[in-house]
């Protein structure tokens, strides 16, 4: 049976759960349950900190898990991500009161608080600085208005918390992260059950990222119409029982259909339709 880690709570939980559902994997019932057994998929899950799915992954316990690139980065385990979920996008910066400007090198001789040690120790090595590393397990920004430290290094999202404590990031981001599917690089490479469980995750989240567009175009506007829509091999095109015109569908980002669509409109395209796609294989 694969053994799959997922977040029991916290910013990447719902979202996690979220796209293992429309996978097609069971949910579990009870918020409290630490592992649910999918018999129709023949999977185990086990509902972890979020922190702690890389250690789990990369000893071998568990075959994948979802996670933080950060949380993974800083755990140190040996893991291969194999996809970029689309959700949970952070950077992960130094900051400090924004009464006075810093750079990186100021932080010789100060002290960092930080729930990621081990990425902010290595940072500070490649860039030959000393620095007293204060390792707390969050609410990281209140730390040196308590005096325990001189700067953080923490998740920025929004970038609302540090402004709420008057704080200001420096230097550049150590980690661009997002939530990721992580798998041991040596017990799944050869299962047929890993795989297949990655190409439906990654069939999802595909799906989240695209729109399936169609319409009507007059025949001489073909050629700049799919110029415009190209897919992703290339669109199909399909007689319509009017001879002046051609259906055409494409597949395209979903972040930029709208403005697509309007640029189709104009062009002369009618009948422009987009739809959600839940999920895909290719
Ligand atoms: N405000 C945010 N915006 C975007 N991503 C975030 C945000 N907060 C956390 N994350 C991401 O979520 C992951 C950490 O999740 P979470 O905050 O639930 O864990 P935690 O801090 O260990 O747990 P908790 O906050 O419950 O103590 C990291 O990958 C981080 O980059
Ligand atoms: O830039 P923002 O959108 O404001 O988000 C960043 C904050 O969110 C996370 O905190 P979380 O709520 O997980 O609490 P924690 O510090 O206790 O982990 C993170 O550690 C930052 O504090
Ligand atoms: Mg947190």
């Not at 010789?108 to 860039?127: C, E, F, H, M, Q």
Request: some cysteine; proline content about 5%.
């Amino acid at each position: 049976m694969l053994r799959v880690a997922v977040p029991n709570k916290g910013a990447l939980s719902e979202a996690a759960a979220a796209i293992l559902s429309e996978a097609g994997y069971r949910k579990r019932s009870d918020p409290k349950d630490l592992s649910v057994i999918d018999v129709n998929n023949d999977v185990e899950f086990y509902f972890l900190r979020p922190k702690d799915v890389a250690i789990y992954v990369g000893a071998g316990t568990l075959d994948l898990g979802i996670t933080g690139r950060d949380l993974a980065a800083d755990s140190g385990a040996e893991v291969i991500e194999e996809v970029a979920l689309g959700f949970g996008s952070s950077t992960f910066r130094y900051a400090a009161p924004n009464d006075q400007t810093w750079t990186v090198d100021d932080l010789a001789g100060k002290r960092i608080a930080t729930s990621y040690p081990n990425l902010v120790r290595r940072d500070l090595a490649s860039r030959g600085i000393d620095a007293e590393i204060i390792r707390l397990d969050g609410a990281v920004e209140i730390s040196i208005q308590l005096g325990v430290a001189d700067a953080i290094a923490d998740v920025v999202g929004s970038g609302r918390t540090l402004r709420l404590h008057d704080l200001a990031a420096f230097g550049e981001s150590l980690c661009d992260s997002e939530a990721v599917l992580i798998r041991n690089p040596e017990s799944v490479e050869a299962s047929k059950a890993a795989k297949q469980f990655i190409a439906r995750v990654q069939g999802v989240v595909f799906g989240q990222q695209y729109v399936m567009i169609d319409y009507d175009c007059p025949k001489p506007l073909l050629e700049q119409a799919v110029a415009m829509t190209p897919g992703l091999e290339s669109p199909t095109v399909s007689p319509m029982l009017d001879p002046e015109w051609l259906a055409v569908r494409a597949m395209v980002p979903r972040k930029s259909h709208q403005s697509l669509m309007d640029d189709l409109s104009e062009l002369g395209a009618r009948a422009i339709l987009a739809s959600d796609i839940r999920s895909c294989r290719f």
